[in-house]
């Protein structure tokens, strides 16, 4: 499995701008998440999704940010209009289970925004 | 408000040594912690897990240590090589599928 696919990898926009990140969960995972990662806030959950359901988006910034999942195969991260304070490394994950049995995460490389 | 913590930004320890990361939490409904490693324009990889069953589990070189009571888990790595070097997130879960992350503690392992 090639693993949690996000695209673009870097983007670079101006404020003001729409922004949309996307992310291929792996194949039958039931679970999709999006994070942010900041220097102050550590990896901060915005929302997750089940069986392309959200469940809990109250990480969700403001209303300038929302994500959909169409179908199992993909989701997207919108900023509508983007600001600088909003350029962050955005990651994609999709649950697996280790050898125990137990849910773990894993990761997309991420998505590096820069809004100037 | 952070749930989980990670108060030391950064650590540097010799190769060989061993190098111990610290991590505590707020929930005491937490069931499951789990260790991640993450390498500059990576996404973080999953590298231990313990249950609150357990105090203790361990996976040749890394081993984490969970205290309950004081809400407080460790990883430790024994012995640390300059490749250990990488940015090492502690994350608390208590649903099972929702995970809260701490701001991480970059680690330098020096030859």
């Known amino acids: 499995d090639a693993g949690v696919i996000q695209s673009p990898r870097h983007e670079v926009t101006e404020m003001g701008q729409e922004v949309t990140l996307r992310c291929k969960p792996i194949?039958?995972?039931?679970?999709l998440f999006w994070y942010r990662q900041t220097m102050m806030r550590g990896l901060e959950l915005l929302i997750y999704f089940n069986n392309n359901v959200p469940i809990d988006d109250s990480g969700m910034p403001e209303d300038r940010f929302s994500a959909k999942m169409p179908n199992a195969s993909f989701s997207t991260l919108k900023i509508q209009p983007s600001e600088p304070r909003d350029s962050a490394v955005y990651f994609c994950?999709?649950?697996?289970?280790?050898?125990?049995?137990?849910?773990?995460?894993?990761f997309g490389a991420g998505s590096r925004l820069t809004v100037l | 408000d952070q749930q989980v913590k990670q108060n030391s930004p950064s650590l540097s320890v010799q190769e060989g040594r061993i190098s111990i990361l610290n991590c505590d939490y707020t929930?005491?409904?937490?069931?499951?912690f789990l260790w991640y490693k993450k390498y500059p324009a990576e996404g973080p990889t999953f590298l231990i897990s313990i249950s609150s069953i357990k105090d203790k589990n361990e996976d040749g070189r890394f081993t984490v240590f969970l205290n309950k009571s004081a809400k407080h888990l460790s990883l430790h790595i024994v012995p640390s090589q300059p490749g250990d070097s990488a940015v090492y997130f502690c994350a608390s879960s208590n649903t099972g599928n929702q995970f809260y992350f701490g701001t991480g503690t970059s680690l330098t392992v020096i030859p």
């Open positions: 194949s039958g995972h039931d679970y």
């Open positions: 994950a999709s649950n697996a289970m280790d050898r125990s049995g137990a849910n773990v995460l894993t």
């Open positions: 929930n005491s409904m937490f069931d499951y």
